[in-house]
């Protein structure tokens, strides 16, 4: 069947992908300049010391070896052992997963939240004034750094009104309640930069439904122009953004990395930096080719729900039912 | 019959900000049962009163004049109230069945979500859909309520829009251009339902189409239209019979081009003035 | 819209630009104070003598601000033209190619770079060779190369559809001339656009890399190294969050409006394409 080819495609596509973008990582961190012995030993090792390092980290071999081996950790979920600190990576970056997750989940909440009423109204009054204010105020938002929202939400509800915690994490585990009060101003920083983009995508999408005959359709058996709408305007609207979801989800997870920077939460981004400072590569590469695989399962996934929502590409002509 | 079901009086219609005309100081009216073509090429302003009559303009439009419905004044009725109106009391027949019907909601949910929609849906919804859709003039009408719109050709997806628009016994049906798109063996079957469906229910028919030989064989009474200006009207017999717009002659003309000599020059404007 | 809020959008682009422009333009022959020498006269109020007054280290922000403007601007053009030098040939390319395979393995490749954002580029640049402003501008530049491949690509297949270059290749134009005299001067405007709307999300990233400290080293001030040292004054002067965060909000909706603007104006071939 069409549609289960389709999917099997993708999928072949997403593993290419993957292996794809594994090289790519792998080569840029270990075919440039920079020696892990050396960062190890330090500036005052002697040469005959980093030599010996190296033989016994098995940085000697051949290139192709040691992506492999790489690749193949990969794949059973090893991501080696930290040079530094001598323990597994995947130990290191797993509280840190968490945290990141928690934050991409309700920026994302929070963006929809905004971007969904606020597109659709943009786009139905967009002959009136207040609908090209919606607008102007999307791109607005648009214009603003998430960090920088972050920074002026710190300013107005941690330090002026004091409502909230200006940063830090507390585990969910420990204080619910805290927990969720360090992640408000995080979540609400990534979510309204990334809503006012998303608004802008809505806006456009539904201006184009609501130009559709079967929306007049709709109002000529009786739905007012808001019910014709919400009731077969939506779907449709929403078929065409989903496709953009998937690249909505790529910048809310790098939002995601410097907005923990912002409100120093130890999420991905925050673990990322210090290895970078610490310029553990190989921790580096880790978190990075975990962070460019979520973008390309989370864009296939999209890929596949549109295929699954599409009736014209579920129920083909000819297929009958 | 002394209380017209629609009056249309003065109507004018102008787009946008340049206020280009669309319809310019058009009247007609309609009895209850009675059924009434509008006839006129393309761009001569016959949607534009369609859709001023089931309030559907376009958001640029200004329309001016008096539409009124059973003596209540339409033109600036709250959309609310207008809605509530359409599908029950007014329906209408679009000319795109290709792109008038939702995508994504297959086609026995759209004709139930009328029912559901007014409240109409005493008893088995399904079961009226059904039956509807058979009426219409569908051959497997479970098969066609099961599929989604791409589905369908482009008589069935017609037939399904005249299914959501007469389900609720309308007393008024506005059809504008409903066969235009279709074959021209569709056409003919796709009229003949129509005709059975309105003649059965007895509802009024307000039929717009650039094509006279189809007015005259669904109207009693015509209006021709021509930039937005009504230049003639009367009974369909008069009207064909006796025409006394050039125009109005020339529409009778062509309308006959199968009756022209070939070889012959064909008759134009200036020929009937 | 209306046409006159679309002139409004161009203009109100153009003037936005133009500031940041001329503000860069004289930064770099003169401003008021040294940019980076630290003096003893630290958060001065706003005053004749500091317009804007002094960060924490006593340096005058309005230098700081039309410096930084000088980097912006910089990084900008340098990674809208890498993005541009790379990928509106290699969107020709695919483009002309249409539906054969290789040009769908293309397009398919390019499409990948969507995966590494500019921000993992840079840290991956910066873990490997340490951070710098060349650094900056490669990640951004690389990263903004599939928006170029995918317009640049749209634009040609619809121009490929035009009669003129049929008959250009019944004469025996060969592709390269044709691509140079006929599809790309018919693209020209749309990837215009496409550069004034990349320069606003350049301008982002950059703030937020520089932000981070994965950018321009601290002997060159930049917009967003001014916001991560005023959000450690935070508690203590928080208005010192504002101008940078002024300049930035001006340059991305600069740029922005901008290209909205000359979208408008060029409407018929973008709706074509888009």
């Known amino acids: 069947m069409t549609l289960l080819r389709r999917i099997a495609a993708r999928l072949v596509t997403l593993l290419l992908s993957l292996v794809a973008s594994s090289l790519v990582v792998f080569l840029l961190l270990q075919a440039l300049p920079g020696d892990m012995a050396q960062v190890i030993l330090g500036t005052s090792a002697t040469p005959e010391a980093i030599a010996e390092l190296r033989e016994e980290l098995g940085l000697n071999r051949p290139w192709p070896v040691r992506y492999l081996e790489w690749l193949g950790g990969l794949a059973t979920g090893n991501l080696g052992i930290s040079a530094l600190s001598q323990k597994p990576i995947v130990d290191l970056i797993a509280a840190p997963v968490g945290v990141t997750m928690w934050l991409v989940l309700f920026g994302s909440i929070v963006s929809l939240v905004l971007a969904l009423p606020l597109g659709l109204w943009s786009a139905m009054r967009r002959r009136h004034v207040d609908g090209v204010a919606v607008n102007a105020l999307s791109h607005l938002g648009m214009a603003i750094p998430a960090f920088l929202a972050g920074l002026l939400l710190t300013a107005l509800f941690a330090v002026t009104l004091r409502w909230l915690p200006a940063n830090g994490y507390v585990p969910l585990s420990r204080d619910p309640y805290q927990w969720a009060r360090h992640l408000i ?14 608004t802008r995508y809505v806006r456009s999408a539904f201006v184009e439904v609501l130009g559709e005959d079967y929306l007049r359709t709709a109002r ?9 709408v919400l009731r077969h305007g939506v779907r449709p609207a929403g078929l065409q953004l989903v496709t953009v979801l998937g690249l909505q989800l790529v910048s809310l997870l790098v939002g995601a990395i410097v907005i923990e920077q912002v409100f120093v939460l130890p999420g991905l981004g925050s673990e990322l930096f210090k290895a970078v400072q610490r310029r553990d590569l190989l921790e580096v590469q880790g978190v990075v080719m975990l962070l460019v695989a979520a973008v390309l399962v989370m864009n296939t996934l999209m890929e596949v729900c549109y295929l699954l929502l599409d009736p014209r590409l579920r129920h083909p002509v000819g297929g009958g039912r | 019959m002394s209380r017209r079901l629609l009056e249309v009086r003065d109507l004018h219609v102008s787009f946008g900000r340049s206020r280009t005309v669309g319809v310019d100081e058009v009247s007609l009216s309609l009895a209850a049962g009675e059924r009434l073509g509008v006839i006129g090429e393309s761009g001569s302003g016959k949607s534009v009163t369609a859709l001023a009559v089931m309030g559907l303009l376009p958001e640029n439009a200004r329309p001016r004049g008096s539409v009124r419905w059973k003596g209540i004044e339409l033109l600036g009725m709250p959309e609310r109230r207008l809605a509530r109106l359409r599908g029950t009391q007014l329906s209408m027949v679009f000319q795109e069945p290709l792109t008038a019907l939702d995508p ?66 309308p007393e008024l049906v506005i059809c504008d251009e409903p066969t235009t798109a279709l074959d021209v063996t569709v056409q003919k079957r796709v009229l003949d339902t129509l005709d059975h469906q309105l003649a059965e229910s007895g509802a009024a028919c307000l039929f717009i189409s650039h094509d006279l030989a189809v007015v005259s064989r669904m109207a009693h009474r015509l209006v021709v239209m021509r930039h937005g200006r009504v230049v003639e009207a009367g009974s369909t017999q008069q009207v064909l019979t006796d025409p006394q717009h050039p125009y109005t002659r020339g529409l009778i003309a062509t309308a006959d081009l199968a009756a022209v000599v070939p070889g012959e020059r064909l008759p134009v404007l200036e020929d009937f003035a | 819209m209306s046409r006159s809020l679309r002139e409004v959008t161009l203009w109100s682009g153009l003037v936005l630009v133009g500031m940041i422009v001329l503000t860069a333009l004289v930064a770099m022959v003169w401003t008021p104070f040294d940019p980076i020498r630290v003096t003893p006269e630290r958060l001065a109020p706003m005053s004749s003598r500091h317009w804007l007054g002094t960060d924490a280290y006593g340096i005058d922000i309005l230098s700081q601000l039309m410096s930084g403007a000088r980097t912006c601007l910089l990084v900008g053009m340098v990674s809208v033209a890498i993005a541009a030098l790379v990928g509106i040939p290699l969107g020709l390319v695919i483009g002309i190619g249409g539906d054969r395979w290789w040009a769908r393995l293309l397009l398919r490749i390019s499409d990948m770079l969507y995966a590494l954002p500019a921000l993992l580029l840079a840290i ?25 491949v995918r317009m640049t690509r749209a634009g040609t297949m619809q121009v490929m559809t035009r009669d003129y270059v049929a008959s250009a290749r019944v004469s025996g134009i060969g592709w390269p001339a044709i691509a140079w005299q006929h599809i790309l001067p018919n693209v020209a405007p749309l990837l215009g656009v496409q550069a004034s709307v990349s320069f606003a999300t350049a301008i982002l990233a950059e703030a937020a890399l520089s932000y981070l400290g994965l950018s321009t080293p601290s002997t060159t001030p930049t917009w967003g190294r001014m916001i991560n040292e005023a959000q450690r004054a935070i508690y203590t002067s928080p208005e010192l969050t504002v101008w940078p965060a002024l300049a930035i909000g001006m340059a991305v909706l600069g740029f922005n409006l901008l290209g909205d603007g000359l979208r408008d104006r060029l409407d018929p071939l973008l709706k074509e394409v888009s």
């Open chain 1, 185 to 198: 101003l995080p979540s609400l920083a990534l979510g309204i930069v990334q809503g006012a983009m998303f």
């Open chain 1, 220 to 228: 000529s058996v009786g739905w007012t122009r808001l019910g014709a």
């Open chain 2, 104 to 169: 994504t909601m297959k086609a026995g949910r759209q004709v139930a979500e009328v029912l559901r929609l007014h409240r109409m849906s005493r008893g088995d919804t399904q079961e009226r859909v059904v039956s509807m859709l058979g009426r219409v003039g569908l051959s497997e009408p479970e098969r066609i309520a099961d599929s989604y719109p791409h589905q369908l050709s482009g008589g069935q997806r017609q037939r399904v829009l005249m299914a959501m628009a007469l389900v609720n016994r």
């Open chain 3, 124 to 148: 991956l640049l910066a873990a490997a060779l340490g951070a710098s402003t060349t650094t900056a501008m490669a990640a951004i530049g690389i990263a903004t190369i599939p928006v170029f």
